[in-house]
């Protein structure tokens, strides 16, 4: 791994639904960076502001989570909607 390489942060938020690559409106492809990243997983209520605190984090996400597309258990509940305020949001 080389300076500045988030690997953890990146398995991360792909396990809780974040998306790597993505396209916009008007179909440009774009990719996530990882400072979105942080700010989306902290929004989630999970701190992966260092490699080893995603790492951890990582650690507590069960193998299929509920963001990710082959969960299709009926038994795993929905992602849960975060309100603004819960968000950090003023």
Same mark, same amino acid.
Request: glycine share 8%; hydrophobic share 35%; with cysteine.
């Given at each position: 791994?080389?300076?500045? &390489?988030? !690997?953890?942060?990146?398995?991360?938020? /792909?396990?809780?639904?974040? $998306?790597?690559?993505?396209?916009?409106?008007?179909?440009? !492809?774009?990719?996530?960076?990882?400072?979105?990243? &942080?700010?989306?997983?902290?929004?989630?209520?999970?701190?992966?502001?260092? /490699?080893?605190?995603? /790492?951890?984090?990582?650690?507590?996400?069960?193998? &299929?989570?509920?963001?990710?597309? $082959?969960?299709?258990? !009926?038994?795993?509940?929905?992602?849960?909607?975060?309100? !603004?305020? /819960?968000?950090?949001?003023?």
């Amino acid at each position: 791994m080389t300076a500045g &390489e988030r !690997p953890a942060l990146r398995r991360l938020a /792909e396990a809780c639904g974040v $998306e790597s690559d993505w396209t916009d409106g008007s179909g440009a !492809p774009r990719r996530t960076t990882d400072t979105a990243r &942080e700010a989306l997983l902290l929004a989630f209520g999970i701190d992966a502001s260092t /490699e080893a605190r995603a /790492e951890r984090a990582l650690a507590d996400v069960p193998p &299929e989570s509920p963001g990710s597309p $082959e969960s299709n258990d !009926p038994d795993v509940p929905a992602p849960r909607a975060f309100s !603004p305020a /819960e968000a950090g949001a003023p």
